[in-house]
C-alpha cells in the first residue's frame, strides 16, 4: 500500500495540473499581501488593522472574494482528473498491475486528498507569516474598536437584524484565546474540505467516459445553488421575524468572519453527503475492475 501511494504521489508531483495549482495559490497568497501593502502604505502605523486581520482567507480580505471563484477549479487541478487522464493513455493496467485494483484506487485518492490539502495548506500558512512579519499583531479590527460595545456585539451576533439558529461567531471561544490560533484553525478546515473535494471529484470520475470539463461542473454548480438558497433565506428572514436565516453557502464556513447565519451541523451533514458518495463511487468502481472493466 505505501509502495502504491509512493507511485502516485510521484504521478501527482510531477503533472503539470499539481504544479499549476500549486502556483496559482502562491500567488494568490503573495498578492493578497501586496495589496495589503499598497492599501495601507499611507496610513498611519497606529490605525492599519491587526496581521490577522489582513490575512488573505478572512473576509475582510479585499482579494477573497476572487480566490472564491477560482477555488471550485483549483481544488481538482491537482489530481482529481488523474483517473481519465491513466485511462486515455492507457496507463492504468500498468499501474494496477504492480499492485492490486483495491491499493490503486485507495492510494489515488489518498494522493488526491493530499494533493487538494497541500495546494490550501502550505500557501496560506505562507500568508499568515508573512502578514505576522510586517504587520503589527495589534487588537486593530475592521468590524469595531477593540473592546467597544460593537466589537463584542459582531462577535456574539447581537446585531442582527433577523434570528438565525447560532447568533454568536463560529469557534468564538478559539478567537478569544488567540486570532492566530483562529486563523490556523480555518487553513486547517479549508485544507481538509479542499482534499475531500478533490476526492469528491474523483469518485465522480468513475461515472465519466471522457469529458474532462465534466469534472468542473458538480462542485461548481453545487456552491452556486448553496449561495442562491443563501440569499433565498436572507431576504425571507429580513421580511418575516418568525423565520430562520441559514447560511448555505459552502464558502462562508471556511473564511473568518464571513456571513452570519451559519450552522455546522449543516456544513458536517454535506461533508458527509460527499463522503458517502466517494465511498459508493469506489465500491462501484472496485466492482467493475473485478469484472475486468477498468478502462471507461
Known amino acids: 500500500m505505501i509502495h502504491s501511494i509512493n507511485v502516485q504521489w510521484k504521478i501527482m508531483t510531477h503533472k503539470m495540473e499539481?504544479?499549476?495549482?500549486?502556483?496559482?495559490?502562491?500567488?494568490?497568497?503573495?498578492?493578497?499581501?501586496?495589496?495589503?501593502?499598497?492599501?495601507?502604505?499611507?496610513?498611519?502605523?497606529?490605525?492599519?488593522?491587526?496581521?490577522?486581520?489582513?490575512?488573505?482567507?478572512?473576509?475582510?480580505?479585499?482579494?477573497?472574494?476572487?480566490?472564491?471563484?477560482?477555488?471550485?477549479?483549483?481544488?481538482?487541478?491537482?489530481?482529481?482528473?488523474?483517473?481519465?487522464?491513466?485511462?486515455?493513455?492507457?496507463?492504468?493496467?500498468?499501474?494496477?498491475?504492480?499492485?492490486?485494483?483495491?491499493?490503486?484506487?485507495?492510494?489515488?485518492?489518498?494522493?488526491?486528498?493530499?494533493?487538494?490539502?497541500?495546494?490550501?495548506?502550505?500557501?496560506?500558512?505562507?500568508?499568515?507569516?508573512?502578514?505576522?512579519?510586517?504587520?503589527?499583531?495589534?487588537h486593530n479590527v475592521i468590524f469595531g474598536e477593540y473592546g467597544?460595545?460593537?466589537?463584542?456585539?459582531?462577535?456574539?451576533?447581537?446585531?442582527?437584524?433577523?434570528?438565525?439558529?447560532?447568533?454568536?461567531?463560529?469557534?468564538?471561544?478559539?478567537?478569544?484565546?488567540?486570532?492566530?490560533?483562529?486563523?490556523?484553525?480555518?487553513?486547517?478546515?479549508?485544507?481538509?474540505?479542499?482534499?475531500?473535494v478533490g476526492v469528491f471529484v474523483l469518485s465522480w470520475s468513475y461515472f465519466i467516459k471522457k469529458h474532462v470539463i465534466l469534472l468542473f461542473l458538480p462542485f461548481f454548480i453545487l456552491i452556486r445553488i448553496t449561495n442562491a438558497m443563501t440569499v433565498s433565506s436572507f431576504n425571507i428572514a429580513s421580511q418575516n421575524h418568525e423565520k430562520l436565516f441559514l447560511n448555505y453557502s459552502i464558502m462562508d464556513y471556511f473564511s473568518p468572519f464571513s456571513f452570519s447565519g451559519q450552522n455546522w451541523y449543516y456544513m458536517l451533514l454535506l461533508c458527509l453527503m460527499m463522503i458517502l458518495f466517494c465511498l459508493i463511487a469506489h465500491v462501484y468502481i472496485l466492482r467493475r475492475a473485478s469484472k475486468g472493466i477498468l478502462t471507461l
Open 148 to 196: 467597544m460595545p460593537n466589537y463584542f456585539r459582531t462577535l456574539l451576533g447581537t446585531n442582527q437584524g433577523y434570528r438565525t439558529t447560532f447568533h454568536a461567531k463560529p469557534f468564538l471561544d478559539v478567537y478569544l484565546v488567540s486570532t492566530t490560533l483562529y486563523n490556523l484553525l480555518y487553513i486547517l478546515l479549508l485544507s481538509l474540505f479542499s482534499g475531500l
Open 18 to 138: 499539481f504544479i499549476f495549482a500549486f502556483l496559482v495559490a502562491v500567488t494568490y497568497a503573495c498578492i493578497s499581501l501586496l495589496y495589503n501593502f499598497n492599501y495601507y502604505k499611507d496610513t498611519d502605523i497606529s490605525k492599519i488593522p491587526a496581521a490577522d486581520t489582513l490575512f488573505c482567507m478572512s473576509s475582510y480580505s479585499k482579494t477573497w472574494s476572487y480566490f472564491e471563484v477560482i477555488f471550485p477549479f483549483l481544488v481538482i487541478l491537482p489530481f482529481a482528473i488523474s483517473f481519465i487522464n491513466e485511462n486515455r493513455n492507457g496507463i492504468t493496467p500498468m499501474l494496477v498491475y504492480r499492485s492490486t485494483h483495491k491499493q490503486y484506487f485507495l492510494s489515488k485518492a489518498v494522493v488526491c486528498f493530499l494533493g487538494g490539502f497541500l495546494i490550501i495548506m502550505l500557501p496560506f500558512l505562507l500568508n499568515l507569516v508573512l502578514c505576522h512579519i510586517f504587520f503589527s499583531n495589534n
